[in-house]
């Protein structure tokens, strides 16, 4: 509502996001070539790896994924809160 010519942005942002996340081709790839923290950073990596541990080999995930990924998705979760509070009042005038 706010920002309508990102529109197009977001759409680029999550397929280089997507492809930033090991998805299609296995972790070890990106790590073998030195650059596994860049997948500490992104926090869809822990996710996907939860996902693989869960399903593939039928194990819990480790806390230390577990615990990175509930504070990043609560932090997130309060900052779209906090945003939504605030602007909720312009929606009908911006709809």
Same mark, same amino acid.
């Given at each position: &509502?706010?920002?309508?010519?990102? $529109?197009?942005? #977001?759409?680029?942002?999550?397929? /280089?996001?997507? %492809? !930033?996340?090991?998805?299609f081709y296995p972790a070890h790839m990106v790590?073998?070539?030195?650059?596994?923290?860049? &997948?500490?950073?992104?926090?869809? $990596?822990?996710? #996907?790896?939860?996902?693989?541990? /869960?399903?593939? %080999? !039928?194990?819990?995930?480790?806390?230390?994924?577990?615990?990175?990924?509930?504070?990043?998705?609560?932090?997130?979760?309060?900052?779209?809160?906090?945003?939504?509070?605030?602007?909720?009042?312009?929606?009908p005038d911006l709809l």
């Amino acid at each position: &509502l706010f920002w309508r010519d990102t $529109y197009h942005l #977001v759409g680029v942002l999550l397929t /280089v996001w997507m %492809f !930033g996340t090991p998805i299609f081709y296995p972790a070890h790839m990106v790590e073998s070539q030195g650059m596994g923290w860049m &997948l500490m950073l992104n926090p869809m $990596y822990w996710f #996907v790896e939860m996902f693989r541990q /869960v399903t593939l %080999f !039928g194990i819990w995930p480790s806390p230390g994924y577990i615990v990175p990924f509930a504070l990043v998705a609560a932090f997130t979760f309060w900052i779209g809160m906090r945003f939504f509070r605030r602007h909720e009042p312009s929606f009908p005038d911006l709809l």
